[in-house]
């Protein structure tokens, strides 16, 4: 993807590693890298955060507005993905350059959240038909080091995690018009909803054999590339009473897409869809329970902050 | 854009030419080329030109949404094209480095500087206003493009009438132009842009023509550049709204302050002319005078294409020399047809250095060359 | 013979000073400008090895451009491309640009004209010259040559047609409206006939030129 | 061998036919190609037509659309059509907006179809100053292969026939507008336009004309497009359109109107067949 | 949004006529009830594991180099291919070709609304995954430094558009004789619940897209295979759906792709047979020919000389 430019025997050596779970970085083949998470850090975003994974670097705004649901669903909120690959990131993003893969971005997470049980639309709803809210998520790519899709989809949920809305009261007025009351204290407003929110995995195939959270060499050593969308788990985002009267949770695609110029047999995809899914899996549970976690602080005034951008 | 060049021999010999105190067309440092407006048949369309640069500007309207955060404002949106017609190098629906500039300097002047009443252009608040959409087309470039096209603006916006509006109730109804006379636009004052070369960092030459616009932002020959373009944004008040320079820093302060007075000069005698064009128009169309572009055209004189490298600076003869030697085939019928048949360049005192080839149906030619002296 | 009475022509060649040629002509109220520059060099992949790549632009007074516009542009460019000696110029590129300046009528008409003296005075090589002429059926379904703009909007149909110098032969031609086969034999031949007004008019003014030349 | 011919002496393997008095595909200079028509094929319209004429395919659906009059005409609707030339009809054509030359081809259908007067436009409006139908009429070349000017008339007028507006009410105090599928009324259309191409081939002594010409034949007579449009319409013209190539003698033209005249017929039974046989089933 | 010059554009706030028709807001419910009748069978009279009958054909567009019509009933899709062409803009040189793809709805092709002609996300999306679905199959080494256009064109779409313009694409490509490993073939069900819908329509789609409000799998899965090499050459799946599930249509999908795979390849066979006759034919017709000449050719010969003589 972005310019990396391997020799044969690096490749082979690369395609060996694999072959013997053990990659050229130490880890084994469903291991992910570590990861770096700030939220709340653009004061101007109704929620935003910053996911550092090696050497990718995103940052995710969530910006609210009030708009009017379309006519053959009036009773859903709307989401719009953008994201921008900044010509910092590597020189090809240039111009036009990165157009491309951005939209390939946007697309795979706007189709993750279509389901309502990914992301649960009417909690967008201000008035049924006339008003309701409209989340623009934008995504912008600060450096790429392999991986782009997962880091995205951390990221996303993470800031839409952080993102409150404010609460607005509707009457319906004489001739169809709404009316909006929004509240005078800024803090008057609810957190989104983002237990179930997908989180994406990458499957990267070298050789015959499937890796996670490829890096950029990796993802030049592979022809084909499978990324899975698995819906979460609401429990690590709440602070229930009761985890046992939960119903069960069951992981659930939200998504599949393959990408790059090859193929693959019908067994190598069906270990891969589940080897995603138990990637994504405990992905999940790590990002739920760090996420409640630094709320949690920060309610008791406890939060640290570090990191660029504050 | 296809690229222009510049032979190195034209620029040393402009850069020579200018510093020691001469232009080619034979103007002073501070003397502009003649300016004429011409109005088109309808409101808001006419024609500047500068010399042989010629803008035409189209001001039209139309009814739109006001902008959210402004729900009590008109538009305004100006749009400047450059077709191949301007100079050969241009090209079709492609947008250049200079277009987007010149653009952006008339809204500066025009828009920033809020001389336009735009809360008048409001008709129903946040819901209808009027958009006015200045045109201007460059029809031939030959230097000085932002005074012709800011004037053109200027005089086509002031001449400018939209349709009257009437509200009942809900609804509201545009007046054709024959109904209900249509109603000016109020300009609060009028921001004309004036253009300055500078040479050598202390040359400030008004006016510049497109050979002298095109060796001041050049590199000379030793690579360093001392010259560039000032372009300064004002009213007839001698307020400043604009001042914008291209090419190489001004470290002669003095220079600005220079090109600050004269261009208050221009200014004031530009937007004199403009609103007394205006006038004499508005008069005309009282009386049911029918005016068109076609009054541009002149038929009783016939330019040939290279008179224009005939322009040469005779210093040392007299037109009477020449009418000696030449007097065997010049027709006697020259003072007469001066006096008779005024065409456009014989009433050009800005131009006394031009050979001149003139044509009359059924007449002889003869040449008429005039030279300084005898203007003077 | 009244109805040979075309609208008053005025034109003025080289009316503007960077183009390698140019016309501003006014038939009736209506004007145009119309400039011509090349041969010149243009992008390989625009060249013909053939003959040269005629380009033209229209520009209508208010600058929007429209589908409409184009079908001018097209009209112009198949009468221009079929008027110019193009194979004396191959791999070259000649462009046309036209501004409308004022509407009254007979606008593609009076822009054909104006072409073909724009392209008159460039010098470009030439097979013939063209002159276009309008025709209108007005209500009572009487042929109008060279109609008004009242005439014209109201009129049933609209007739133009282009000819050129040569033999008179029908170079291009586009009509408005519905009329029958007698109408249209009619106006075609009327207009033919009046062409020849048109042509001495061009000679008129290129003669005027030859003297200062 | 004769492909090879083609390629690489284009204008001399033609003229080696004409002189022949032959056409490439076999065909007179007068011949037309033959037309097919299928209606209502496609059920997410409103009303369609495929029809090919030789190879030439244009296919014109219908969408039916609700609006506000302009308020300079509150009692007319709106009759849009626009031609699109797909990349994939022909190599000429790139991916991205419409070119020139389709530009020009939509202007001109457009054209025919205003100047034919076929829809009185005083019917589609609903109520005066509230509510309009508006009949887009979008017209695709699946193939090109030469005078897609007939093919689009006569794809926009067969499907123009056998549409019928669904019936609707509006309710002026609540400005609540119902529309009722079951009951639909066909919409009238007044004549029936035929436009007939030709081109027209340089040739001493005489040019030659060529009906119906197709894509190989167009760019032998000066170009993409024909040279001459002739469009009839129950025994009136509704346009004669005549671009570039070489020029026309008297005669010529006569035959040419004479040939369009005879095609006007032709293709009017072909349409009216059609449509029968579509109430039929 | 700004104006289309290059069309005639109708009035802005323009809307289709059916959002004002009584059935236009159906509760998930009356839809859901209507797809299947009391025998278990669907709207169209299939049943459950039924695809629609297909119609295939190729050389559809004369002046494409290889081009493909598919009907599946309501859903109809044209493909061309043309020529390898030099990539424009490029300035290095890329040592395997390219593939363009360009997926397109016609403006009348959906039943709700009109399609826009600016191309939108899913046009977008549909041409990245046509790109995926063919680019395995493709010997793209063969032609470095050119690209290969794929034009697909959904005339009028009612469900697995994807899979028809896969399809589309693989026999177009084939009919162009572009070099290929293998011939791609398409197929896609959607899930409502526990019902797996084979071959689903425009409104069996549009319901396995609404989440209902209980738990239960609901999504559309394509995919692509490549048949002889046996290989999966695109996959796509939108909703929610258990791993149970998933592995459990893939199954099924590789048996529906391996169901379109003989029509195509009868197709296929059926052009090249008569490619041969057409060319046994000229070259007899042309040995006909140089026989009479060599005839006419003796006969001279014999002519001048019994004349000589």
């Known amino acids: ?169 509707a009457a319906l007025m004489d001739g169809g018009n709404v009316d909006l009351q929004l509240s005078d204290d800024p803090f008057d407003s609810k957190w989104l909803d983002v237990g179930s929110a997908p989180l994406l995995v990458t499957l990267c195939r070298i050789g015959e054999k499937c890796v996670v959270d490829p890096t950029a060499e990796e993802e030049s050593c592979s022809l084909v590339s499978l990324i899975v969308g698995v819906t979460g788990n609401p429990k690590y985002y709440n602070d229930y009473e009761d985890e046992e009267e939960l119903p069960a949770f069951e992981a659930k695609c939200s998504v599949i897409s393959m990408h790059g110029p090859g193929s693959v047999s019908p067994q190598n995809l069906r270990d891969a869809i589940n080897q995603g899914i138990i990637a994504a899996v405990c992905l999940d549970e790590a990002l739920g329970k760090t996420l409640f976690r630094e709320r949690r602080d920060t309610e008791q005034f406890k939060r640290h902050s570090y990191g660029f951008l504050k | 854009m296809r690229e222009v060049f510049l032979s190195n021999c034209e620029k040393n010999f402009v850069q020579k030419t200018i510093a020691e105190g001469y232009r080619l067309d034979g103007r002073n440092y501070n003397e502009c080329r003649k300016l004429n407006i011409a109005f088109g048949s309808e409101y808001g369309s006419c024609i500047v030109s500068i010399g042989e640069t010629k803008v035409l500007s189209q001001v039209s309207c139309e009814v739109v949404q006001p902008k959210q955060i402004r729900p009590n404002e008109g538009l305004l949106n100006i749009n400047v094209e450059i077709s191949p017609m301007a100079a050969p190098q241009f090209e079709a629906n492609r947008q250049t480095d200079l277009t987007v500039y010149l653009n952006r300097l008339l809204e500066k002047c025009y828009k920033d500087s809020k001389c336009i009443d735009l809360e008048s252009l409001c008709i129903v608040v946040e819901e209808k206003v009027w958009s006015l959409r200045v045109d201007l087309k460059i029809l031939n470039h030959d230097g000085n493009l932002i005074e012709c096209s800011s004037i053109a603006t200027l005089a086509s916006i002031a001449h400018f009438k939209r349709p009257d509006v009437t509200r009942s109730g809900e609804s509201i109804v545009i007046h054709t132009l024959a109904d209900m006379d249509p109603i000016p636009t109020v300009l609060y004052h009028y921001p004309v842009c004036v253009n300055f070369a500078i040479f050598k960092n202390n040359i400030l030459i008004s006016d510049p023509s497109y050979i002298e616009e095109t060796v001041c932002t050049s590199t000379s020959e030793d690579g360093t550049n001392t010259g560039g373009l000032l372009v300064v944004g004002m009213n007839q008040y001698k307020e400043m709204c604009l001042l914008d320079l291209t090419g190489a820093a001004i470290y002669n302060s003095n220079i600005v302050h220079r090109a600050i007075q004269s261009a208050a000069e221009r200014c004031k005698m530009v937007v004199d002319l403009v609103k007394k064009d205006i006038m004499t128009d508005d008069n005309l169309r009282q009386k049911r005078t029918k005016i068109n572009f076609a009054d541009i055209i002149t038929t009783d004189h016939a330019q040939s294409l290279c008179a224009k490298d005939l322009c040469i600076r005779l210093k040392n003869f007299t037109i009477n020399d020449i009418e000696m030697e030449e007097e065997t085939d010049v027709s006697k019928s020259i003072d007469t047809d001066d006096n008779t048949a005024l065409s456009k360049y014989d009433v050009v005192p800005s131009l006394p250095q031009t050979v001149e080839l003139k044509a009359k149906k059924g007449a002889s030619t003869w040449i008429d060359i005039s030279s300084e002296s005898d203007e003077d | 013979m009244q109805d040979f009475k075309l609208k008053p022509m005025k034109c003025e060649l080289n009316y503007l000073s960077k183009s390698d040629g140019s016309a501003i002509l006014s038939q009736g109220d209506t004007v145009v400008l119309a400039s011509v520059n090349g041969p010149m060099d243009i992008k390989t992949v625009n060249q013909s090895i053939e003959k040269a790549t005629l380009e033209v632009l229209f520009c209508s007074k208010e600058g929007k451009p429209s589908v409409a516009d184009r079908y001018k542009e097209n009209i112009i460019r198949h009468t221009c491309e079929t008027a110019i000696l193009g194979c004396l110029y191959p791999r070259t590129g000649i462009t046309l640009t036209i501004q409308e300046l004022e509407n009254y009528g007979g606008l593609l008409t009076c822009a054909v004209n104006c072409a073909c003296l724009a392209l008159i005075n460039s010098g470009v090589g030439m097979r013939h010259a063209v002159a276009a002429l309008s025709c209108c059926v007005d209500g009572a379904g009487e042929l109008v040559l060279e109609p008004t703009h009242a005439q014209a909007t109201a009129a049933r149909a609209r007739l133009h047609f282009v000819f050129d110098s040569r033999e008179k032969s029908l170079v291009t031609g586009f009509t408005e409206g519905t009329f029958s086969e007698g109408t249209y034999e009619e106006a075609l031949a009327r207009c033919r006939a009046a062409s020849d007004l048109v042509f001495a008019f061009y000679r008129d003014i290129v003669s005027n030129y030859c003297h200062v030349i | 061998m004769t492909e090879v011919y083609k390629h690489i002496h284009p204008s001399k393997y033609f003229n080696d036919y004409i002189n022949q008095d032959v056409r490439p595909d076999g065909r007179d200079f007068d011949q037309q190609r033959d037309v097919i028509i299928n209606i209502n094929g496609i059920t997410s319209a409103d009303a369609s037509a495929i029809v090919k004429c030789g190879n030439t395919t244009v296919v014109c659906g219908i969408k039916l659309e609700l609006a506000r009059p302009k308020a300079e005409e509150p009692d007319i609707g709106f009759l849009i059509s626009n031609v699109e030339l797909l990349p994939l009809c022909s190599s000429k054509f790139r991916p991205g907006p419409p070119s020139d030359y389709a530009q020009v081809i939509s202007n001109i259908v457009s054209d025919i179809v205003i100047n034919s007067k076929c829809v009185d436009l005083k019917d589609l409006c609903v109520v005066t100053d509230k509510l309009a139908w508006v009949i887009y009429c979008d017209l695709v070349c699946l193939d090109y292969d030469g005078s897609i000017v007939d093919a689009c008339i006569i794809a926009l007028i067969t499907s123009l026939k056998t549409l019928s507006l669904p019936t609707v009410t509006y309710d002026n105090e609540t400005e609540e507008v119902k529309v009722d599928t079951g009951v639909k009324i066909p919409l009238q259309v007044h004549g029936l336009p035929v436009a007939t191409s030709f081109g027209i081939y340089h040739k001493l002594p005489r040019n030659i004309i060529l009906a119906d010409p197709s894509a190989y034949e167009e760019e032998m007579c000066g170009g993409i497009g024909a040279n001459l449009i002739v469009c009839w319409n129950k025994g009136l013209f509704c346009g004669i359109q005549k671009f570039g190539g070489c020029n026309l003698s008297t005669e010529d033209e006569k035959r040419t109107i004479s040939l369009a005249k005879q095609r006007c017929k032709l293709v009017e039974q072909v349409i009216e067949t059609c449509i029968k046989n579509g109430e039929v089933k | 949004m700004p104006l289309d010059y290059k069309r005639f554009n109708g009035p802005e706030d323009s809307v289709s006529y059916k959002r004002f028709t009584a059935d236009y807001l159906k509760s998930y419910d009356e839809l859901h009830s209507e797809l299947i009748d009391e025998t278990g069978h669907r709207k169209d009279g299939r049943a459950m594991d039924e695809a629609r009958p297909m119609y295939v054909r190729g050389n559809f567009v004369s002046q494409a180099k290889g081009s493909s019509y598919i009907e599946m009933r309501g859903t109809k899709v044209v493909c061309s291919v043309f020529d390898p062409r030099e990539i424009v803009h490029q300035n290095e040189f890329s040592t395997v070709g390219l593939l363009f793809c360009e997926v397109k709805f016609a403006p009348f092709a959906c039943k709700r609304q009109r399609q826009s002609h600016v191309p939108d996300s899913e046009e977008k999306a549909l041409s990245v995954a046509l790109r995926k679905a063919v680019g395995p199959t493709v010997c793209c080494q063969l032609f470095a430094n050119f690209q290969i256009d794929i034009f697909v064109y959904i005339i009028e779409s009612d469900g697995s558009c994807l899979a028809a313009a896969i399809t589309a694409a693989g026999l177009a490509l084939a009919n162009a004789a572009v070099p290929m490993f293998d011939v791609v073939t398409a197929s896609s069900v959607a899930i409502i619940g526990d019902k797996i819908f084979i071959d689903p329509t425009e409104d069996e789609e549009h319901l396995a897209m609404i989440s209902p409000d209980t738990n239960t799998n609901h999504g559309v899965i394509t995919m692509a295979r490549l048949n002889g090499l046996m290989q999966i050459a695109d996959f796509r799946q939108i909703g929610s759906l258990d791993i149970e599930c998933i592995l459990k249509v893939t199954d099924i999908l590789e048996q529906e792709c391996q169901k379109v795979f003989p029509k195509i390849q009868k197709t296929l066979v059926g052009y090249v047979k008569n490619g041969i006759m057409e060319q046994k034919r000229l070259s007899e017709e042309g040995k006909a020919r140089e026989a009479k000449l060599k005839d006419k050719m003796l006969e001279w010969r014999s002519s001048i000389v019994n004349n000589s003589v």
């Open chain 1, 1 to 169: 993807m972005a310019g990396i430019l391997l020799s044969h025997t690096e490749k082979v050596y690369i395609t060996h590693g694999v072959k013997n779970e053990y990659r050229s970085d130490g880890r084994s083949n469903i291991d992910y890298r570590p990861m770096e998470l700030e939220t709340d850090v653009v004061s101007h975003a109704s929620g935003s955060a910053r996911l550092r994974l090696a050497n990718t670097d995103i940052l995710v705004g969530v910006k609210t507005e009030i708009d009017v649901p379309k006519p053959d669903k009036p009773g859903l909120g709307k989401i719009e993905f953008f994201v921008d690959c900044s010509a910092n990131a590597t020189p090809e993003f240039e111009g036009r350059g990165g157009e491309q893969l951005a939209n390939s971005i946007s697309n795979i997470m706007l189709r993750a959240y279509q389901s309502a049980q990914a992301f649960n639309l009417k909690q967008l709803c201000i008035f049924e038909g006339k008003q309701c809210w409209k989340l623009y998520i934008d995504i912008l790519i600060l450096e790429c080091g392999g991986n782009l899709c997962d880091a995205v989809s951390l990221a996303v949920k993470a800031a839409l995690f952080n993102t409150r809305i404010p609460f607005v009261k």
